[in-house]
């Protein structure tokens, strides 16, 4: 089966750095997402790691680690905006798409 | 907009009925998702459709049912419904291995 844990809850500062982790186990690998969802929102996709190391598009980054089943998020310049829900999501065996449980990230003035 | 297309927005029925969510996927996109998101908790994956033919399939209910047509629209059957199965049901489409999914706007379901 495939499993996904990250923080249920993160308060960061306006102007702040904050890391979402996610740590996972599958069967089957292909690669790490991340995805934002506003309250009441569809889930929109901000970046993936099908290789170890980092990517990053503009503030966001997002970075993978194979051998450690490890990955996380980090958001730069946080703003009001980005307050949501961040979700971590393992692609694997048979196109499987499976979602972790969520971060809520506050951001606070 | 991403592209792809739910509809009913929003239904509203009662315990033993049966309903049925359409989604139309991004143009190009041979897979279609089907997921569950109860209040405040997260996206719990149901089934998967490639081209037509199931590929993936999560924690689906038997009284849940899908397919995918030839023209890659998908449908979501719900049937004998349960005051539990209110939720936001979220149809995605992708290209390749499911490395970047675009979602739809939702279909809030409330069983009354």
């Known amino acids: 089966g495939q499993s996904l844990e990250q923080p249920s809850e993160v308060t960061a500062v306006e102007g702040a750095i904050v890391q979402i982790n996610c740590t996972y186990q599958t069967s089957g690998f292909y690669g790490l997402s991340w995805y934002q969802q506003h309250d009441g929102g569809a889930p929109t996709f901000l970046s993936y790691n099908g290789l170890d190391g980092l990517e990053e598009t503009g503030r966001f980054s997002s970075f993978l680690s194979r051998s450690d089943s490890y990955g996380y998020l980090l958001l730069q310049e946080l703003q009001m905006k980005d307050s949501a829900s961040y979700f971590c999501a393992v692609s694997g065996g048979y196109q499987k798409v499976t979602f972790g449980t969520g971060t809520k990230l506050q951001v606070i003035p | 907009d991403s592209g792809v297309t739910q509809t009913p927005k929003h239904l509203i029925t009662a315990t033993g009925q049966r309903v049925t969510l359409r989604c139309s996927p991004r143009s190009g996109d041979l897979s279609v998702y089907w997921y569950q998101q109860s209040l405040d908790q997260g996206l719990q994956f149901l089934i998967q459709y490639y081209n037509g033919e199931e590929r993936a399939k999560g924690n689906i209910l038997e009284r849940f049912s899908a397919q995918q047509f030839p023209d890659l629209h998908s449908e979501l059957n719900l049937s004998s419904l349960e005051l539990g199965d209110s939720a936001l049901y979220f149809c995605?489409?992708?290209?390749?291995?499911?490395?970047?999914?675009?979602f739809g706007s939702g279909t809030q379901l409330s069983v009354l």
């Open positions: 995605a489409s992708s290209v390749g291995q499911g490395e970047k999914l675009f």
